[in-house]
């Protein structure tokens, strides 16, 4: 190995920098895609049924644009809104609207059956807002559809078609917004523009998150590594990786989302790690002088760190593939990408790295480690392990009530898919959004389509349930069908004392006559988002005015009910309900992709402590913080959502080394002879000094997160420092007192790969950790070779 | 003006998709005195609206009265004269194209163009914003041939001054006195995309209608 790297060691680091920089040139080429329904697979059935409600009548993403004022109903603001909705009538991208200007009165006067306009000439006069106040109060297709009860909002529905550009069309209506003068205050909501702030702010993310994280880590590397010729070479390694990863998006066709600022993220913290202990030790070798030669000195290195980095990296791989257990797309592709930048990092630190320190070797150039004082650290260590040297039974028992204590969260865990809540409370995304569901029925929406003979009385009736029965289910702000059109018809054509009126025809006939008789008043495209021209396919929409994961499990679950056995094909769609379908999926993958990681780390560490039951133990501390970060967000109420449910996957990852690493150091302490306790004092001043500065440069990776413009980014963020914490917490405190309580047998055996490497093994993992940091700890690192 | 007329029209209304629907009426339409016209349309296809029936009276100087008869429903209501800018039977035409708008409604004068090309270009323009909303356009120019006095072609402009109708005249019917009356247009929406042609067919005048027909009694007969 050592050979072959320092025999190509030029194209080893030619190939590592052209395979970087290579793909690093595809980055800017990657699109964004905000769409949330991308997330899901296409075969979902709320997908197909969605697209298939879709091609009938168009896409169902409503652009709001809403007009507030004290007093909404003025001739000023009247005019004004009047212009921006005749000039957005206009637009080629716009397929169909609602606007105070669209809505009609149906109603009866001297034999006639009337369809008109609900303002045909803005009320110049204080009667004729009055009338128009009383008009709109009436009429269930105006209230609180196109002005609010309350009379201080105004609000433009605008269905985007696909004949121009979603983004285009946004665009054009900006610049009608912003062209407009006059007193109200616009704000704009509904998923055409929360897709457009999420594309805005994915970039903006892109450009003040990587950065930010790389920067952080630059620090890590300098404070660890002193100098900036030993901090470049890893630090060079999770560049090219990060590169390598985030390359395959356009690579591979993908497009990045919200999840896809993570890979990089996940990359820069952990990437680093192999490089550090590598650099760390080859100064703390040449630091000592005991080496004849570069390939002496490489080989010291490499002999003593290459399977401790292998294993640390492949349950770190491992722990990431869990993602390829969930269904929605993004997280599977999160984990392709984390998991390639890791493996390239893996890669990289054991060939690139090491050509790079050979040639550095051969340049001769010197070393002048950091230094920083360390004895405060040492005490509360040496305090530490007196604690569970002294009391394991107690800390094992304390340990497992705080577990069980925070398990008590998960409880209230809750699912969150609703894509509003991804933006800060104050952002005018929300702003809008709060408007349009307290005082519009609500932007999200589930679309019921029935396909049939929409005339037959039968199926009208069956719409007209559903219609009344869900309009009434908490939660639910706005429902609109054929029916209840026919319903304005009849009390239109009949009186209150015939009793057709208010009521569905009992003849299809007599609907259809109803049909024609309205477009002889109307329009017949006042329908045509409700009933095909065909009339044999009926939408009903139902907006909520709280699309909670709860709320449409209870529509859905009506609309089962109230569809049984019913005259005609149902398809039930809507974004709501893929983010239903969605909250299961993150649900089903949340749990696969965990047991998924625990297992496979299980696996792996019966593997490397050659024991089940070390397996078990080791897996101690990754499954009680699993626990806890549940139980913590339940507490918290920080919901499981599209990104949180990959933090799991990533603890399992990155946690996993913390146990490893300061049992291998346990087991190396213990096969010299040393007693249970005497082991435990060494390995925590030695290894866990390490773990902690460890842990503590992967939580300043994630840390830039904190800044992201998305809450679920955010929450991931503090997430995952409340977890690796945990994780490290338990490997540094559980561990040891396991180990100490239960002395258990597979702590006392030879783990090294083979007896004729054995003393480089004996000394391999301890050194993972104490070379990393030996400048900042000498006596630890010495402490340990001397061992 | 030619006494009394029967003919089965027959209507073609495409969708922007390419969908069809056909509508069959049958007309009879008998001239009064002052230049009074009357007209009782039958719906005969499709099937669900057979029976319903229509009265239209088109008063030369004042708006017209239109009734409308539901046989499912059993009755009958009046449709609004300043509905003319309504859909006639869903499709493109409106109820003013299938009658004849009053002239006192409209300011008309030549435009760029009429003289030329063997075609005069009138530019009609509705006499107030009642009208305007009562016909569902600002202004509508009409070509004129200069041989024959036949309207070729008119284009309908909507209140935003906006082009969104063209109504082609493709054949006319000749009838006694040297007169003509449409026979098939074409009507296209060009925001809509929809389209819609009406064919006259079976064309019979002079035929003997008692006057009582043409009352809101008879529609239901």
Same mark, same amino acid.
């Given at each position: 190995?050592?050979?072959?790297?320092?025999?190509?060691?030029?194209?080893?680091?030619?190939?590592?920098?052209?395979?970087?920089?290579?793909?690093?040139?595809?980055?800017?080429?990657?699109?964004?895609?905000?769409?949330?329904?991308?997330?899901?697979?296409?075969?979902?059935?709320?997908?197909?049924?969605?697209?298939?409600?879709?091609?009938?009548?168009?896409?169902?993403?409503?652009?709001?644009?809403?007009?507030?004022?004290?007093?909404?109903?003025?001739?000023?603001?009247?005019?004004?809104?009047?212009?921006?909705?005749?000039?957005?009538?206009?637009?080629?991208?716009?397929?169909?609207?609602?606007?105070?200007?669209?809505?009609?009165?149906?109603?009866?006067?001297?034999?006639?059956?009337?369809?008109?306009?609900?303002?045909?000439?803005?009320?110049?006069?204080?009667?004729?807002?009055?009338?128009?106040?009383?008009?709109?109060?009436?009429?269930?297709?105006?209230?609180?559809?196109?002005?609010?009860?309350?009379?201080?909002?105004?609000?433009?529905?605008?269905?985007?078609?696909?004949?121009?550009?979603?983004?285009?069309?946004?665009?054009?209506?900006?610049?009608?917004?912003?062209?407009?003068?006059?007193?109200?205050?616009?704000?704009?909501?509904?998923?055409?523009?929360?897709?457009?702030?999420?594309?805005?702010?994915?970039?903006?993310?892109?450009?003040?998150?990587?950065?930010?994280?790389?920067?952080?880590?630059?620090?890590?590397?300098?404070?660890?590594?002193?100098?900036?010729?030993?901090?470049?070479?890893?630090?060079?390694?999770?560049?090219?990786?990060?590169?390598?990863?985030?390359?395959?998006?356009?690579?591979?066709?993908?497009?990045?989302?919200?999840?896809?600022?993570?890979?990089?993220?996940?990359?820069?913290?952990?990437?680093?790690?192999?490089?550090?202990?590598?650099?760390?030790?080859?100064?703390?070798?040449? !630091?000592?002088?005991?080496?004849?030669?570069?390939?002496?000195?490489?080989?010291?290195?490499?002999?003593?760190?290459?399977?401790?980095?292998?294993?640390?990296?492949?349950?770190?791989?491992?722990?990431?593939?869990?993602?390829?257990?969930?269904?929605?797309?993004?997280?599977?592709?999160?984990?392709?990408?984390?998991?390639?930048?890791?493996?390239?990092?893996?890669?990289?630190?054991?060939?690139?790295?090491?050509?790079?320190?050979?040639?550095?070797?051969?340049?001769?150039?010197?070393?002048?480690?950091?230094?920083?004082?360390?004895?405060?650290?040492?005490?509360?260590?040496?305090?530490?392990?007196?604690?569970?040297?002294?009391?394991?039974?107690?800390?094992?028992?304390?340990?497992?009530?705080?577990?069980?204590?925070?398990?008590?969260?998960?409880?209230?865990?809750?699912?969150?898919?609703?894509?509003?809540?991804?933006?800060?409370?104050?952002?005018?995304?929300?702003?809008?959004?709060?408007?349009?569901?307290?005082?519009?029925?609500?932007?999200?929406?589930?679309?019921?389509?029935?396909?049939?003979?929409?005339?037959?009385?039968?199926?009208?009736?069956?719409?007209?349930?559903?219609?009344?029965?869900?309009?009434?289910?908490?939660?639910?702000?706005?429902?609109?069908?054929?029916?209840?059109?026919?319903?304005?018809?009849?009390?239109?054509?009949?009186?209150?004392?015939?009793?057709?009126?208010?009521?569905?025809?009992?003849?299809?006939?007599?609907?259809?006559?109803?049909?024609?008789?309205?477009?002889?008043?109307?329009?017949?495209?006042?329908?045509?988002?409700?009933?095909? !021209?065909?009339?044999?396919?009926?939408?009903?929409?139902?907006?909520?005015?709280?699309?909670?994961?709860?709320?449409?499990?209870?529509?859905?679950?009506?609309?089962?009910?109230?569809?049984?056995?019913?005259?005609?094909?149902?398809?039930?769609?809507?974004?709501?309900?893929?983010?239903?379908?969605?909250?299961?999926?993150?649900?089903?993958?949340?749990?696969?992709?965990?047991?998924?990681?625990?297992?496979?780390?299980?696996?792996?560490?019966?593997?490397?402590?050659?024991?089940?039951?070390?397996?078990?133990?080791?897996?101690?501390?990754?499954?009680?913080?699993?626990?806890?970060?549940?139980?913590?967000?339940?507490?918290?109420?920080?919901?499981?959502?599209?990104?949180?449910?990959?933090?799991?996957?990533?603890?399992?990852?990155?946690?996993?080394?913390?146990?490893?690493?300061?049992?291998?150091?346990?087991?190396?302490?213990?096969?010299?002879?040393?007693?249970?306790?005497?082991?435990?004092?060494?390995?925590?001043?030695?290894?866990?000094?390490?773990?902690?500065?460890?842990?503590?440069?992967?939580?300043?990776?994630?840390?830039?997160?904190?800044?992201?413009?998305?809450?679920?980014?955010? #929450?991931?963020?503090?997430?995952?420092?409340?977890?690796?914490?945990?994780? !490290?917490?338990?490997?540094?405190?559980?561990?040891?007192?396991?180990?100490?309580?239960?002395?258990?047998?597979?702590?006392?055996?030879?783990?090294?790969?083979?007896?004729?490497?054995?003393?480089?093994?004996?000394?391999?993992?301890?050194?993972?950790?104490?070379?990393? #940091?030996?400048?900042?700890?000498?006596?630890?690192?010495?402490?340990?070779?001397?061992? | 003006?030619?006494?009394?007329?029967?003919?089965?029209?027959?209507?073609?209304?495409?969708?922007?998709?390419?969908?069809?629907?056909?509508?069959?009426?049958?007309?009879?339409?008998?001239?009064?005195?002052?230049?009074?016209?009357?007209?009782?349309?039958?719906?005969?296809?499709?099937?669900?609206?057979?029976?319903?029936?229509?009265?239209?009276?088109?008063?030369?100087?004042?708006?017209?009265?239109?009734?409308?008869?539901?046989?499912?429903?059993?009755?009958?209501?009046?449709?609004?004269?300043?509905?003319?800018?309504?859909? #006639?039977?869903?499709?493109?035409?409106?109820?003013?194209?299938?009658?004849?708008?009053?002239?006192?409604?409209?300011?008309?004068?030549?435009?760029?163009?009429?003289?030329?090309?063997?075609?005069?270009?009138?530019?009609?323009?509705?006499?107030?914003?009642?009208?305007?909303?009562?016909?569902?356009?600002?202004?509508?120019?009409?070509?004129?041939?200069?041989?024959?006095?036949?309207?070729?072609?008119?284009?309908?402009?909507?209140?935003?001054?906006?082009?969104?109708?063209?109504?082609?005249?493709?054949?006319?019917?000749?009838?006694?006195?040297?007169?003509?009356?449409?026979?098939?247009?074409?009507?296209?929406?060009?925001?809509?995309?929809?389209?819609?042609?009406?064919? #006259?067919?079976?064309?019979?005048?002079?035929?003997?209608?008692?006057?009582?027909?043409?009352?809101?009694?008879?529609?239901?007969?």
């Amino acid at each position: 190995m050592v050979k072959f790297i320092i025999r190509f060691r030029w194209i080893i680091i030619s190939l590592s920098i052209v395979a970087g920089v290579s793909m690093g040139l595809l980055i800017p080429s990657s699109e964004t895609d905000p769409e949330i329904r991308n997330v899901v697979p296409p075969d979902m059935k709320s997908r197909s049924e969605t697209s298939k409600i879709e091609s009938e009548f168009g896409v169902q993403d409503m652009v709001m644009l809403l007009f507030s004022d004290s007093v909404i109903l003025t001739t000023e603001n009247l005019q004004q809104i009047k212009e921006i909705d005749r000039e957005i009538s206009k637009l080629t991208g716009v397929t169909s609207r609602i606007s105070p200007f669209t809505v009609r009165t149906i109603k009866s006067s001297e034999d006639m059956m009337t369809a008109d306009p609900l303002i045909r000439r803005i009320p110049s006069d204080s009667a004729g807002i009055q009338k128009l106040k009383a008009d709109i109060l009436s009429n269930k297709f105006a209230r609180d559809i196109v002005i609010s009860s309350d009379m201080t909002t105004a609000s433009i529905t605008a269905t985007i078609g696909d004949s121009e550009r979603e983004t285009v069309t946004l665009h054009r209506i900006d610049s009608i917004l912003a062209s407009s003068t006059g007193n109200v205050k616009v704000m704009k909501g509904g998923l055409p523009y929360i897709r457009q702030h999420i594309m805005k702010d994915v970039r903006h993310d892109g450009l003040l998150l990587v950065p930010l994280a790389l920067l952080v880590m630059l620090l890590v590397l300098k404070i660890t590594l002193g100098q900036w010729r030993s901090v470049i070479i890893p630090f060079s390694v999770v560049v090219l990786s990060t590169c390598i990863s985030m390359g395959l998006i356009p690579l591979l066709g993908w497009k990045l989302s919200i999840l896809s600022l993570l890979a990089p993220i996940i990359l820069i913290a952990v990437a680093n790690n192999y490089g550090i202990y590598l650099v760390s030790r080859y100064q703390e070798i040449k !630091l000592q002088g005991n080496y004849s030669s570069g390939e002496g000195l490489l080989k010291e290195i490499l002999g003593s760190l290459n399977m401790p980095i292998l294993f640390s990296g492949l349950t770190t791989i491992a722990g990431i593939l869990g993602l390829l257990t969930h269904s929605i797309i993004p997280a599977k592709q999160g984990g392709i990408l984390a998991a390639t930048g890791v493996s390239a990092a893996l890669f990289m630190s054991l060939t690139y790295i090491p050509a790079l320190i050979y040639l550095r070797t051969k340049s001769g150039n010197g070393v002048n480690p950091a230094k920083v004082r360390t004895e405060g650290f040492q005490k509360i260590l040496n305090k530490l392990s007196g604690l569970i040297i002294n009391h394991s039974g107690k800390v094992i028992l304390v340990s497992a009530l705080i577990t069980l204590f925070i398990s008590a969260g998960i409880a209230f865990i809750r699912i969150e898919t609703n894509q509003e809540n991804f933006f800060p409370k104050n952002s005018p995304v929300r702003i809008a959004s709060d408007v349009i569901n307290t005082k519009f029925g609500g932007s999200q929406t589930i679309s019921v389509m029935i396909s049939g003979d929409i005339k037959d009385p039968d199926v009208m009736k069956g719409i007209d349930r559903i219609t009344d029965e869900i309009g009434n289910t908490g939660g639910v702000g706005q429902v609109f069908s054929i029916s209840q059109a026919v319903r304005e018809m009849s009390k239109a054509i009949y009186t209150p004392e015939e009793p057709e009126y208010d009521n569905i025809p009992a003849s299809r006939e007599s609907i259809a006559q109803m049909f024609e008789l309205y477009n002889m008043s109307g329009n017949p495209e006042d329908f045509s988002q409700m009933m095909n !021209l065909e009339n044999t396919r009926a939408h009903i929409l139902i907006r909520l005015s709280d699309p909670s994961k709860s709320v449409i499990g209870d529509v859905k679950t009506k609309i089962e009910t109230l569809t049984a056995g019913f005259p005609g094909e149902v398809t039930v769609g809507g974004y709501a309900i893929i983010m239903a379908d969605m909250a299961d999926s993150l649900i089903k993958g949340q749990v696969l992709s965990l047991l998924f990681a625990l297992i496979t780390v299980l696996l792996l560490l019966t593997i490397i402590f050659r024991s089940f039951r070390g397996g078990l133990i080791g897996s101690i501390p990754l499954a009680a913080s699993v626990f806890i970060l549940f139980g913590f967000m339940g507490l918290t109420g920080i919901a499981i959502d599209s990104a949180t449910a990959l933090l799991s996957s990533v603890m399992v990852g990155v946690g996993v080394d913390f146990t490893i690493q300061y049992m291998w150091c346990f087991n190396i302490q213990i096969r010299k002879g040393l007693s249970y306790a005497e082991s435990t004092r060494i390995a925590m001043a030695t290894i866990g000094r390490s773990i902690i500065i460890n842990a503590g440069s992967v939580m300043a990776g994630f840390l830039p997160l904190i800044f992201s413009g998305f809450m679920s980014i955010r #929450f991931f963020g503090y997430l995952v420092i409340i977890s690796i914490g945990s994780c !490290l917490l338990g490997a540094l405190i559980l561990i040891p007192a396991i180990l100490m309580k239960f002395k258990p047998r597979f702590i006392e055996k030879d783990l090294s790969i083979s007896k004729t490497r054995k003393n480089e093994k004996d000394t391999s993992l301890i050194n993972v950790g104490t070379a990393a #940091f030996s400048r900042l700890s000498p006596a630890a690192g010495r402490r340990s070779d001397n061992d | 003006m030619v006494s009394t007329m029967q003919a089965t029209i027959s209507l073609l209304i495409v969708e922007k998709n390419g969908a069809t629907r056909n509508r069959t009426i049958a007309m009879t339409s008998k001239s009064f005195a002052d230049g009074l016209e009357k007209r009782i349309i039958k719906f005969l296809e499709p099937a669900d609206v057979r029976g319903t029936a229509m009265l239209v009276v088109d008063n030369k100087n004042t708006a017209d009265e239109i009734w409308i008869y539901l046989p499912a429903l059993k009755k009958t209501r009046r449709i609004a004269s300043s509905e003319n800018a309504k859909s #006639f039977m869903s499709s493109e035409f409106s109820n003013a194209d299938m009658g004849s708008p009053a002239l006192s409604d409209f300011k008309s004068q030549h435009t760029t163009g009429s003289g030329t090309n063997n075609t005069w270009i009138i530019e009609s323009i509705p006499v107030s914003d009642d009208k305007a909303d009562e016909y569902g356009y600002s202004r509508k120019i009409s070509y004129v041939s200069m041989d024959t006095y036949q309207v070729k072609k008119m284009e309908f402009f909507n209140l935003d001054n906006d082009h969104f109708k063209t109504i082609e005249i493709t054949k006319f019917h000749p009838m006694p006195e040297g007169k003509f009356m449409v026979s098939d247009m074409i009507a296209s929406n060009t925001i809509s995309g929809r389209r819609s042609e009406i064919h #006259f067919n079976n064309i019979a005048d002079r035929v003997k209608v008692e006057d009582s027909f043409f009352t809101v009694q008879s529609l239901a007969r």
